[in-house]
């Protein structure tokens, strides 16, 4: 599923928004520490809020992480930036 995020950061937080053909998302609690992050996607899913604990790994313009959340696992995701 491709997934838009917009991303802002300031210094080592950040927060951010995602949308999708499924509904529309928030990010906070963002941080980055070297080339890790973390954070939580608040993800609107057909109308209903469901929070994902982000975590992932920096490499240039690519992100790569797992979503996780208790009722849906663990989701692996890839994100490249837009040039």
Same mark, same amino acid.
């Given at each position: ?15 951010g928004?995602?949308?999708? +053909? ?15 992050f973390?954070?939580?996607? +608040? ?40 040039k």
């Open positions: 599923m491709e997934i838009s995020v917009d991303l802002k950061q300031s210094g080592a937080d950040f927060t928004g995602t949308s999708s +053909h499924l509904g529309n998302g928030k990010i906070d609690g963002g941080k980055v520490s070297g080339k890790l973390s954070g939580v996607l +608040h993800a609107d899913m057909q109308g209903q809020i469901v929070d994902f604990k982000m975590d992932g790994t920096i490499d240039g313009d690519k992100m790569t992480g797992t979503f996780s959340n208790a009722s849906f696992g663990s989701i692996p995701f890839t994100a490249t930036k837009d």
